[in-house]
Structure formats: structure tokens, C-alpha cells
């Protein structure tokens, strides 16, 4: 039973974990994309920004000496959301407005985001510095064991991925009941379906793409603070994840949230599941087999996990060329 | 009559290319108005400009007395001057209930702030705006799809709802683009009678651009003929299916010269290749 225990920890829960994450931050990729068509490389840093918003608000709530039930860093996630989302919208006033207003095409915008995203990294360098932090001023994580029935270990959780996966779940059922519901969620399908009939019915665009960049920036904030909760907080961290994010849009479906959400799952799981040592789910069983088992049969090695995503990309799209969900609106 | 649309001396030039020199034309309220011409003639040019999609190069355009000449679609919009598009345009991943609700403009739901702090007005608002889709789908007869996602729609039923889409606002001036194109028999009767509903009961000024000659003669009086982005003539249908200069203008002179436009739509169908 301790094998099962063991895939549970470092498959299941892994999977779910980072899945959440890269769900989170796909989803506000995938509907930048969808309203306003470009590919927003600077989400990744859009992540540290909003993580380090948290880590100043929790810094301050600390010194105040607040002591709340649940940990500091997260209730300041929600106020460093909303600056995040207005940073956002700041960063679209500021360079992505003048550019689509010239009439400037994609590419130039996703050139602009390219630069957008040198340009918080710098500055996260220049302010912070390099060194990683811990989201937990206050206290230690929590670490939950739960003992599984018939295991000598226990099922191992910490507090911050708890919390993820719960928020990552309502986040995902508001956002979902936004985009049928409520008239805003439907004028932003309508713009990201038809943007010309939009305009012509008098859709006001300004505030879809408010919509947008709140949504977008509010989740990535969300995300970037939840991540680094779990591990640590680095200048680099979401950088680095913004390739499997991208490749979670796509497999998903480009413009899709739903498709967001599955392929950030999807590209999650693949990720941790090939590097899992299957050899342990196989040793109980190991007389019966009629090979071998050798100490480590992980799929691929740790080191060329980033090789993961790109690879599920590739079999998606021979066999769905628009993604899990048929892509390009939402 | 009235003139709701002057559109006075425009011209709109592409390059050295001059697709509309010097057009002017008048249409009545409450006509329904047909615009024909051989291909390269500037009807859809001038019409664009009417729409609001080009800007005229010079000269001006009124709509019902006030100078609107280049203001863009939108504004048009407020104003009462809608258009239909010869490609039907429709939020395809919506359903046709929600396609007619996201027309009229100004919802406060669709605002960032009363959204939120304003939820009864909004879905008040929101109801009103759903009881008048139930209204124009039943008016339209498309009652039965209101549920089906637009992109579903056959072409016909389509080119409904972009009619759909001009009750759901009190539209003064609909500029309807082949609305015939692409739909077939039986439904393009519904859309004809539609259309002459829309004209008789509720006072609706229609303006056609259409290649299918009987459309235009069921439907159009009076019908305008242009020619080398010019105004050549104007009159009732069987004045212009006489006229010499127009059968010229059309066939590049007949030798026979007891040529006749045809009202075969095949002519029409060749016509739009």
C-alpha cells in the first residue's frame, strides 16, 4: 500500500498542483488572446509581478503583527489581485494600447509583450534582487498527514497546495458562470467571436478589454502568489513556466477557458507522470513479472521534464490540429 | 416623402482609381430602394460609404438631415442606419436568443461598474431585452431555432437574423447587402415577406443592393442604376428594364438592340462569379 501512497504524493497531487497552476495562468493567455489576438509573453512575469505584490502586502500585514487562520500571504493575495489587475491594465495603456490603436498587427504586439516581459524582470531584479524568498514571513507551512488505510506512510498535503486546489475550483466555477451568465462574460464571447459585428452593435470594447486584462492579471497574480507559496519566490520562477502555459493554451485550444483548463491539467499531469519512477508501482508485483525491473523506469529523465509539454502539443495537434476544445473564440 | 439618405457630390478614390466620382442620389423614407449596376459600378462602394465602412474621398452624406459623412459604423448605429452583410455575420458560439440580446446598445450590464454595484437594474434591463428578442424571433417566425447556436443556422435563416438583429433596435435605415445571395427559394419568399412587413407595419426604410433582378423587381420602387461610379438613372423597374442606356450600360451595347435584363436569376448568379 505504501507504493500507492508514494504515486498519490508524487503523481496525483504533483500533477493537480501544477496543473492548477498552469490552468490558472493558461486561462488568462487564452482569452488575451481571444479578444485581443496576440500571444502575451510577458504573462509569465505578470505572474512574479503579482507574487511580489503578495509578498509585499504579507510583509506589511506580518509587521503589523496579524495573526489570521489562514496564512498570511494568502489573504494578501486578494487585495495584490486587484493592484495586479490594475497593473495590467496600466501595462495595456501604456504599450499595447497606442499600438493597436495605430492599427499596428499581432506581431507587433507580441513583440511588444516580448519586451514587456524584459521589462519586469528588470525591474523585479532591480527592486527585489535575486535571491528567493519565502511567502511564509509569519509562520511555517503546514504540512497535513493523512493516513492512508493499510500504509504504514501517510498521504502528505501542505497547507499552500490545499489552498490552490480549492481556489483553482471556485475560480474556475466563477469564471464559468461569467462567461454564460452575467452580460459582460457574454459581450467578451461576442468580441472574441466576431469582433467586427461587435463593433458594429455597439459592444463598448473599452470595457471587454478592461474585462480581459482584470480576469487576466487577477489569475495570474493568483497564480504566481499560489505557486510560490508552494515552492519559493524567485525573479525567474513563472518565467520559466511560461512555455508549458503556452503549450496548455494550445493543446486547449487557443481562445478557449475551458480548453485553457483541460490542457493545463493535461499538460500538468503528462509532466509529472513521465517522471514518475514507475519501478515502485511494480515492485510489489515484481515475481509475477517476467522482466526485470530496474531501479528507476521514469518515462523520461527530471532534467528534460520542459521536453514534456511540447511533446503533448505535438500528438494533440496531429490529432486535434484546433486543440482538445475546437479553438479561436471563446 | 421625405429624403432620409442625401448623398450628395461623393466621391471615393482608390489610388488614381475613381470607384464613386460625383454620386448623388436621395432616398425616401419609408422606400424601399433597389441599387443595381453592372460589376465595377461602385455600388458597393457607395454603399460602404453609406455604411459607414469607407470614408468618401469628397462630397457629403445626410442621414435624415444631419451630415454623417465619415462617421464610423457604430455611430451609425445610434443613429438608426444598420446594415446586413452578403456574408451573413453572426456570433457563431452563441445562440440565436443571445445573438439578438447583445444588440442594443448602452446595456448597463455591459459596464464594468454596474455590473457589479447595479445587479437589479441590470437584470431588469436584462429582461426587457430578452422579452423583445422573444418578440422579434416570434415577428421573424424563427422561434423554434432560438436555442440553436447561430453558427448552426442555414444561410437563409442566417440573413433572418440579421434582419433579427435591426428590430432588435428602432432602426430608421436598413442597408441590406445580397440579402438574396446564398439562400434559397422558399426561404428568400419569408425574407421578402419580411421585409415588406418590416417596410408597411413598422415604417422601415429599406436600401438594396442586389443582383437578383426578381428580387429587386418584387421588392424595389424606386430602383437606382449606376454605372462608371456614377448615378445613370433612376425609376420604377419596368422604366429601368427599358431603358437603352442601361441595357448598354449592362451588356456593353447589343447589336440587336431588343436586348432585355434579365429577371432570370441565373444572369444574377453569373453575375456575382
Redesign the interface.
Known amino acids: 500500500m505504501n507504493e500507492i501512497v508514494f504515486f498519490i504524493n508524487k503523481g496525483i497531487t504533483s500533477g493537480l498542483i501544477i496543473g492548477s497552476i498552469y490552468a490558472l495562468g493558461a486561462i488568462g493567455v487564452t482569452l488575451i488572446f481571444g479578444i485581443l489576438r496576440f500571444a502575451h509573453f510577458a504573462h509569465g512575469d505578470m505572474m512574479t509581478l503579482g507574487a511580489f505584490v503578495t509578498l509585499i502586502l504579507t510583509a506589511a500585514l506580518a509587521s503589523l503583527g496579524i495573526v489570521l487562520p489562514l496564512p498570511l500571504a494568502f489573504i494578501a493575495m486578494f487585495p495584490a489581485m486587484a493592484i495586479t489587475a490594475c497593473l495590467a491594465i496600466g501595462l495595456d495603456r501604456v504599450f499595447y494600447k497606442p499600438l493597436r490603436q495605430a492599427g499596428a498587427r499581432p506581431v507587433v504586439l507580441v513583440m511588444a509583450s516580448v519586451g514587456v516581459t524584459l521589462m519586469l524582470q528588470g525591474l523585479i531584479r532591480l527592486f527585489a534582487g535575486v535571491r528567493s524568498r519565502d511567502m511564509f514571513i509569519e509562520a511555517p507551512k503546514e504540512i497535513f498527514r493523512i493516513p492512508f488505510p493499510g500504509a504504514s506512510r501517510p498521504l502528505i498535503i501542505t497547507e499552500p497546495q490545499v489552498l490552490l486546489i480549492v481556489f483553482t475550483f471556485v475560480a474556475v466555477i466563477v469564471l464559468h458562470w461569467f462567461l454564460t451568465r452575467s452580460r459582460l462574460g457574454k459581450a467578451m464571447r461576442a468580441v472574441s467571436d466576431n469582433p467586427e459585428l461587435a463593433r458594429i452593435t455597439g459592444i463598448n470594447t473599452n470595457h471587454v478589454v478592461w474585462a480581459t486584462w482584470i480576469i487576466g492579471g487577477a489569475l495570474a497574480c493568483a497564480a504566481g502568489t499560489l505557486l510560490s507559496m508552494d515552492v519559493t519566490l524567485k525573479p525567474d520562477l513563472s518565467f520559466n513556466i511560461l512555455l508549458p502555459i503556452f503549450a496548455a493554451t494550445i493543446v486547449g485550444g487557443i481562445g478557449q477557458p475551458y480548453g485553457a483548463i483541460a490542457g493545463g491539467f493535461l499538460v500538468g499531469f503528462s509532466e509529472t507522470l513521465a517522471v514518475f519512477n514507475w519501478a515502485i508501482l511494480l515492485r510489489p508485483i515484481k515475481d509475477h513479472l517476467w522482466f526485470e525491473v530496474p531501479a528507476n523506469l521514469a518515462l523520461v529523465p527530471t532534467q528534460y521534464k520542459l521536453m514534456v509539454p511540447f511533446l503533448i502539443l505535438i500528438i494533440v495537434l496531429i490529432y486535434r490540429p484546433t486543440g482538445i476544445f475546437k479553438g479561436r473564440v471563446l | 416623402m421625405s429624403t432620409i439618405i442625401d448623398v450628395r457630390g461623393v466621391t471615393k478614390r482608390f489610388g488614381g482609381f475613381y470607384a464613386v466620382d460625383e454620386c448623388t442620389l436621395s432616398i425616401q423614407k419609408g422606400s424601399i430602394t433597389g441599387l443595381i449596376g453592372p460589376n465595377g459600378a461602385g455600388k458597393t462602394t457607395l454603399f460602404n460609404m453609406v455604411a459607414g465602412t469607407h470614408v468618401p474621398t469628397s462630397g457629403q452624406i445626410l442621414l435624415d438631415g444631419e451630415d454623417v459623412t465619415g462617421l464610423p ?2 455611430e451609425l ?2 443613429r438608426g442606419l444598420l ?1 446586413t452583410f452578403q456574408i451573413a ?6 445562440t440565436v436568443t ?1 445573438n439578438l ?3 442594443p ?3 448597463s ?4 461598474t454596474s ?1 457589479w454595484f447595479q445587479a437589479g437594474r ?1 437584470s431588469r434591463e ?1 429582461a426587457e431585452v430578452r422579452r423583445k428578442a422573444e418578440e422579434v424571433m416570434e415577428f421573424l417566425k424563427i422561434t423554434h431555432v432560438k436555442n440553436e447556436l447561430a453558427g448552426n443556422l442555414s444561410g437563409g435563416q442566417k440573413k433572418l437574423l440579421e434582419l433579427g ?1 435591426t428590430m432588435m433596435v428602432d432602426a430608421k435605415v436598413v442597408l441590406l447587402d445580397e440579402i438574396a445571395a446564398g439562400v434559397n427559394r422558399t426561404l428568400l419568399n419569408d425574407l421578402v415577406a419580411n421585409i415588406e412587413r418590416l417596410n408597411s407595419e413598422l415604417g422601415y426604410t429599406f436600401f438594396v443592393i442586389e443582383h437578383d433582378m426578381d428580387m429587386i423587381a418584387r421588392l424595389c420602387d424606386p430602383v437606382i442604376v449606376m454605372a462608371a461610379g456614377t448615378v445613370m438613372t433612376q425609376g420604377h423597374i419596368e422604366e429601368i428594364q427599358k431603358n437603352e442606356a442601361v441595357i448598354e450600360a449592362y451588356f456593353g451595347g447589343s447589336p440587336t438592340g431588343n436586348a432585355t435584363i434579365e429577371t432570370d436569376s441565373t444572369a444574377a448568379q453569373e453575375d456575382q462569379q
Do not use: D, I, T, Y
Not at chain 2, 450590464?109 to 464594468?112: D, R
Open positions: 459604423a457604430h448605429f445610434n446594415r455575420h453572426e456570433f457563431s458560439h452563441m443571445e440580446m447583445m444588440v446598445e448602452k446595456q450590464g455591459e459596464n464594468l455590473a441590470v436584462e438583429r
